[in-house]
């Protein structure tokens, strides 16, 4: 079946612009997570959601990044006033468990440059 | 906090030879431990876990031992392949809490 996607897989930005990334994970899986993913780092968690609810906000590094998943399925990440900093793959993964604990599904990840 | 250790690359190996990649890790509680690779191109994929101490975690020839007493979780393989080559993340959760990632160790595998 299908893995999670991410979209876009590729994203310019200028400095102070607001992006929307997109993931849409495994059908029926409960819990979602975003992390990111500097050069050369391995990934940081960001938020974590189970179904729309989320539980989980401490990572988000500002009150520029939200996300969403009001329905339970698709999530966005957004990144309001985009800043150098901010440049970094976003990935998204899906675990049909309820805790951490399972298995995490990770998609391809969206590679955000912020000019 | 929480944090995972893991020793960094790249690490170059010739196809057939031993692999170890050294991963210890600072947890309150018992974490469940994790080997996550990344293929060349390809999304974190999971490649074994371990969930309480002395649990040894497997799959495709790997192998790693939940090591209380020294806080480890070393990757191990008998006879690495050419496609073995990619990158290795060693992870934790205490359970309820989301996971903390290493840094990534490279390998590559040589012919």
């Known amino acids: 079946g299908a893995g999670v996607s991410q979209s876009p897989r590729y994203k310019v930005a200028k400095r102070g612009q607001d992006v929307a990334l997109r993931c849409d994970p495994i059908s029926g899986h409960v819990s979602l997570f975003w992390y990111q993913q500097a050069l050369g780092q391995g990934p940081e968690f960001l938020t974590y959601?189970?179904?729309?609810?989320?539980?989980?906000k401490s990572g988000l590094p500002s009150d520029r990044f939200f996300a969403e998943r009001p329905e339970g399925s698709v999530s966005t990440l957004k990144i309001q006033r985009t800043q150098q900093e901010d440049s970094a793959v976003y990935l998204c993964?899906?675990?049909?468990?309820?805790?951490?604990?399972?298995?995490?599904?990770f998609g391809p990840g969206t590679r955000l440059t912020v000019l | 906090g929480d944090s995972v250790t893991q020793m960094e690359g790249p690490v170059t190996l010739s196809e057939e030879a031993f692999l170890t990649i050294n991963c210890t890790y600072t947890a309150t509680g018992y974490p469940s431990l994790f080997w996550y690779v990344q293929y060349p191109g390809e999304g974190l994929q999971l490649l074994l876990k371990?969930?309480?101490?002395?649990d040894k975690g497997s799959n495709k020839g790997f192998e790693a031992t939940y090591r209380k007493e020294t806080t480890s979780f070393h990757l191990e393989k008998g006879s690495v392949q050419v496609s073995d080559s990619a990158v290795y993340f060693c992870a934790l959760t205490p359970g309820n809490t989301p996971l903390v990632f290493g840094k990534g160790t490279r390998l590559s595998v040589i012919a």
């Open positions: 371990a969930t309480k101490a002395d």
């Open positions: 959601f189970q179904n729309e609810a989320q539980l989980d």
């Open positions: 993964a899906s675990s049909q468990e309820r805790t951490p604990r399972g298995e995490q599904f």
